[in-house]
């Protein structure tokens, strides 16, 4: 097992606010990593920089063997072209806290187009996909809906689908169970860890769900301004975490996981 995700000395700030400080991290190919703690603590930014929606201020990020933020050019590293961002986006997809689907495009529509624009796919070809992952995702019968027509609920396990249909490499899931009315969780968690059983695709999800973290990872780090605090499997950072912050993080969920 090779790593496919590795941040060397990262650091990342907005304004004032530092949000990740010289931070290391190496996620290997595969595996399922779940990131908590505090609001603010750099899991997002993490996401973001991987799916290069934010640059860093420091560091190198490398992902499956190249340089995510920079290029070598003459045995020098550069800052990466659009070009190059580009082509390493090509095997990372993200789902959002908000679902990000197309209004005017039907369920099917909104996972067919993403494959025939950018993944060059035949439309015929595309459209037997989005069956099969909308019937993975337990939505079949919902094609020719529209997604005003479905729940919060349905429209999330449409995007994890759309995701799904580009085959990436990475995935990455940012509190996608956030904006969703609670009785609506538990569908796009099962879903969630059926993909992890199933899949040998690596994936980050930033989550407060403790039980799904839990449940969902081979590894979970607990984050704290900025920095990895602790990080382990997942019996022992929830049922023996050897940090003092994250047992207070953790303090109101024992009992509940």
Same mark, same amino acid.
């Given at each position: 097992?090779?790593?496919?995700?590795?941040?060397?000395?990262?650091?990342?700030?907005?304004?004032?606010?530092?949000?990740?400080?010289?931070?290391?991290?190496?996620?290997?190919?595969?595996?399922?990593?779940?990131?908590?703690?505090?609001?603010?603590?750099?899991?997002?930014?993490?996401?973001?920089?991987?799916?290069?929606?934010?640059?860093?201020?420091?560091?190198?990020?490398?992902?499956?063997?190249?340089?995510?933020?920079?290029?070598?050019?003459?045995?020098?590293?550069?800052?990466?072209?659009?070009?190059?961002?580009?082509?390493?986006?090509?095997?990372?997809?993200?789902?959002?806290?908000?679902?990000?689907?197309?209004?005017?495009?039907?369920?099917?529509?909104?996972?067919?187009?993403?494959?025939?624009?950018?993944?060059?796919?035949?439309? /015929?070809? =595309?459209?037997?996909? $989005?069956?099969?992952? *909308?019937?993975?995702?337990?939505?079949?019968?919902? !094609? #020719?809906?529209? @997604?005003?027509?479905?729940?919060?609920?349905?429209?999330?396990?449409?995007?994890?689908?759309?995701?799904?249909?580009?085959?990436?490499?990475?995935?990455?899931?940012?509190?996608?169970?956030?904006?969703?009315?609670?009785?609506?969780?538990?569908?796009?968690?099962?879903?969630?860890?059926?993909?992890?059983?199933?899949?040998?695709?690596?994936?980050?999800?930033?989550?407060?769900?403790? /039980?799904? =973290?839990?449940?969902? $990872?081979?590894?979970? *780090?607990?984050?704290?301004?900025?920095?990895?605090? !602790? #990080?382990?499997? @997942?019996?022992?950072?929830?049922?023996?975490?050897?940090?003092?912050?994250?047992?207070?993080?953790?303090?109101?969920?024992?009992?509940?996981?």
């Amino acid at each position: 097992m090779n790593k496919i995700i590795e941040f060397q000395g990262v650091s990342k700030s907005f304004g004032d606010l530092q949000v990740l400080e010289n931070l290391n991290l190496h996620v290997m190919s595969g595996e399922k990593l779940a990131l908590i703690g505090p609001s603010g603590s750099g899991k997002t930014t993490i996401l973001r920089i991987l799916m290069t929606l934010e640059p860093i201020d420091s560091g190198i990020v490398m992902v499956d063997g190249d340089y995510l933020w920079h290029q070598k050019t003459d045995n020098k590293l550069e800052p990466a072209s659009e070009k190059h961002l580009h082509k390493m986006r090509q095997n990372i997809c993200m789902v959002f806290q908000q679902f990000n689907l197309f209004p005017h495009l039907t369920v099917v529509d909104n996972i067919v187009q993403p494959q025939v624009l950018i993944k060059k796919s035949n439309k /015929n070809d =595309a459209l037997n996909k $989005a069956e099969e992952l *909308l019937a993975l995702v337990g939505l079949e019968g919902k !094609e #020719s809906q529209y @997604p005003h027509q479905l729940s919060g609920g349905q429209q999330q396990r449409v995007a994890i689908a759309r995701a799904l249909a580009m085959d990436p490499k990475i995935m990455l899931f940012d509190e996608v169970t956030s904006a969703l009315d609670p009785e609506l969780v538990d569908e796009v968690l099962t879903v969630l860890h059926q993909l992890a059983e199933s899949t040998d695709t690596t994936m980050l999800t930033v989550t407060h769900e403790m /039980n799904f =973290a839990r449940d969902f $990872a081979d590894r979970v *780090l607990f984050f704290d301004k900025g920095k990895i605090v !602790e #990080s382990g499997p @997942p019996d022992m950072i929830f049922t023996n975490p050897k940090e003092a912050r994250t047992r207070d993080f953790l303090k109101n969920f024992i009992g509940k996981i």
